[in-house]
């Protein structure tokens, strides 16, 4: 189970302004799977994208691979999460050899 | 400059970058405060065919410290919208735009406030956590769909611009007044003088690298800006609503300071040419006292000053009370023109009062602007001090102009000279009786005087933008 770490919470620009609820909501509700879909899977397969980017993408990326740690964004929420067995499935799911930038590995393996 | 691209980062997002804030007891409106923070620096105005705007995807915030903590009970918060009526133009108007609705106007940006009682910096980024304490927000819409004037493109295109702009100042009913949009820079300064090794062209004969004197070059003289202006009752930004009529009581002094934030991930998909943003809101620019991260903070460090609240200033404590400004000029300007200031290695107790604390009672007469021990970047304004509408001292307090900065901070304020002085060691004096200025410490300055055309007497202040036709000249 994951172990949640920090959390920060707030609202969209546009929910802000409005006073209501907001889009952090909204993107929670993006059809990601359950951990317990993704479970059954050996690993991810290699596609091309089915659809345009969502506006409010769920973002994550590996923070600590050594101590597992990896930061959730959603909407204007963002949780740090230690999780070994999804840091691991995003290693393994970076791009092998990737050319880094500036020195540093990119955004999914720092 | 003041604030204009002050920082490594935010020296490459100019739709963020906060240039200058601004804080007076109105002087045509005295029972009101003007609040005026600037955006989108050294624009030249023939800037086509994307002429100038604020950012869709920033929150511009004005920030107001009325307790003497160093975090924000209220903040007015700005958020813009802009809408393309026809795609398949490359002009941004069609026509001649004759009024806000007009129809050749192609490109039209609108815009909404918002008030926040509470800490509102805790909506935004990871430095503030505290989940419970944004739920306590109060926010209340105060606008929404407020139009901006379009840019000053030119006598065809924006042919009686002074009626367009001043439809564009709107009312909010309570007394309140806004204004978002292009203006005239009102920050004067000699920009190529200042940081080729801090040469001020008046006293350049006496610089390590002399040449002839000359008049200063006023390098903002046809640069426009984009300013979000507010006017709001005094009553509204103190505690209990009161009207501070005793300039000597504490809770006479607000605090004041403005920031821009953007998400913390932003993803370019050029399959669909969208572009997604992720993630908290994190504060990228922030300003209280013009020229406190462009000379005081270094630059290893501008970056983060900028991204951090002015709560946590004392960070930077050491930079203000052994400020390299002030170890420079000795060297820049030998031969015994700051003898006194070359000698003097304490800890600069005065700039820590102008910049971080407020001036307490006693160190000039008939004037107090502290707000307590918490070390925050602030401008702090006198609320019970009356605006000079009589020959005004640009110079403000060291002018012997209580309404002037430090107290705040007008649209004409020759803020570089006086910050200059007081660098040089003018205001040491008023802590340490013993310590004798240099006498140059007084004369400190770049020879300019800000022309009449950039200002009017009346909201929003800074004067309508130049045209880009008729800027530059030749």
Known sequence: ?110 | MSSHREAPEISKDPVADNTDVYAFVSPDSPETVTLISNFVPLQDPPGGPNFFEFGDDVIYSIYIDNDGDGVPEISYVFTFNTQLRNPDTFLYNTGPITSLESPNWNKRQFFSVARVDGDDTTRFGTSSSNRDDAAKLKTRLLGDGLACPPCNIGPRSTPNYGALAEAAVHNLGDGVKVFAGQRTDGFYVDLGAIFDLADLRPFQNLHLIPSPTAAGVDATKTLNIHTIALQVPISHLTPNRTVPKNPQNGSAVIGVWSAASRRKVRMIDNDDDGRSESGPWVQVSRLGNPLFNEVVVPLGEKDRWNALYPAGDKAFLKYVQHPELSKLLPVLYPKEVFPHLAALSKPRGDLVAILLTGLPPGVVPGFQNYTGKVLADQLRLNLAIPPTKSNPSRYGLLGGDLAGFPNGRRVADDVVSIELRAFAGLTYALIDKSYKPDAAAGLLTEGLAPAANRYQDTFPYLAPPLDGFDTPSS
């Open chain 1, 1 to 110: 189970m994951a172990d949640r770490k920090t959390g920060d919470g707030g609202l969209t620009r546009l929910s802000f302004i409005k006073a209501s609820a907001g889009l952090a909501a909204g993107a929670a509700a993006i059809g990601v799977p359950g951990a317990a879909a993704l479970a059954g899977e050996e690993k991810g397969v290699a596609i091309d994208p089915s659809s345009p980017s969502p506006s409010e993408p769920v973002m994550a990326y590996v923070r600590d691979a050594e101590r597992g740690e990896v930061t959730v964004m959603s909407g204007t929420d963002e949780t740090t999460y230690r999780d070994r067995a999804l840091t691991q499935r995003l290693l393994d799911a970076a791009p092998q050899g990737s050319t880094t930038n500036g020195g540093v590995n990119d955004v999914l393996a720092p």
